[in-house]
């Protein structure tokens, strides 16, 4: 299970963050665009597939008064999520659900966030059924998600080290909902409103901080001692390739959509 580990998945994402150029904050895109929405007080707005709750803290700042639902498959992404709505004081609920049936009445929510978690689904449409399903006919449907080719250098490097050989074939994480189907997929549910694609560009300092992100990515088949270990896939990393800063992208696409008509 991907994530059956909230620090694992944090010490990742920091070592990303960490290592970004260019591309703005996704949790205050996603926030601004949900002001933008005007949803209506009183209905739920839902951060399905919440993750760590990094959108869902936004949320909540950009929407006081707002009745924000949070909803992951995962108990130890929920843990994280309540812990740090508890940190910080916000007012939200989290709720265990698989997003393929969502513990909502129809036409209930004002405003549905589903960011970085479709491409999970097997397909993608289902889960965009049962949002419109919760939607109220005013409400709005924010999606994220990032290019199939996300980060396709570490591939080359993971394979060029001979890690994973086949790093590069193998389809990444975003195969089933990515920026270039994602209006596609969502039209089969939605009225698409508006999508945008930003290049998010990345800089690791070297290899060790490119073995912080490598070890734990669930795209990689990394040998037995080195998956999970950043220092030692660091250390082999360095015994075969020149130390030194590693570059990678990725595209970051929104999409804003209301119930069809
Ligand atoms: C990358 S995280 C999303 C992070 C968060 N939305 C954000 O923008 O910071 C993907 C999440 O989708 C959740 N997920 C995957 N399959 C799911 C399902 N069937 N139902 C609900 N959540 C699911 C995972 O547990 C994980 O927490």
Redesign the pocket.
């Known amino acids: 299970m ?2 059956r580990d909230g620090d694992r ?1 944090a010490s990742r994402t920091g070592a990303l963050m960490a290592a970004k150029i260019t591309g703005r904050a ?2 205050e895109v ?1 926030a601004a665009y949900a002001v933008g929405a005007r949803p209506r007080p009183g209905r739920p707005v839902l ?9 869902t803290l936004a949320l909540t700042r950009a929407l006081p008064g707002s009745r924000i639902v949070a ?4 108990g130890a ?1 929920l843990r994280a999520t309540r812990a740090r709505l508890e940190q910080t004081g916000a007012a939200a609920t989290a709720a265990q ?4 049936h969502l513990p909502l009445a129809d036409g209930s929510t004002a405003l549905t966030v589903a ?3 479709l491409y ?2 097997p397909d993608p449409r289902r889960v965009l059924s049962e949002i419109v399903r919760c939607l109220h006919p005013d409400g709005t449907v924010i999606l ?1 998600t990032k290019s199939a080719d996300s980060y396709a250098s570490l591939d080359r490097l993971v394979a060029r080290a001979g890690l994973d050989p086949d790093a590069e074939r193998r389809t990444g994480l975003y195969g089933a909902f990515h920026s270039a189907n994602m209006r596609d997929v969502a039209d089969h549910a939605l009225t698409v409103r508006h999508v945008h694609h930003e290049v998010h560009r990345f800089r690791f300092r070297d290899l060790a901080h490119t073995a912080a992100y490598l070890a734990t990515s669930p795209k990689y088949r990394l040998p037995e001692g080195l998956a999970g270990d950043p220092d030692a896939l660091a250390h082999q990393l360095r015994s075969v390739l020149p130390d030194g800063p590693v570059e990678t992208s990725s595209v970051v696409s929104y999409l804003i959509g209301t119930a069809p008509h």
């Not at 909803?71 to 995962?74: F, G």
């Not at 659900?97 to 393929?100: I, K, L, N, S």
């Open positions: 991907l994530y998945l996704t949790p996603l951060d399905i597939g919440c993750g760590r709750g990094a959108s909803i992951d498959a995962s992404m659900a698989d997003f393929h960011a970085f978690c999970h689904a994220a």
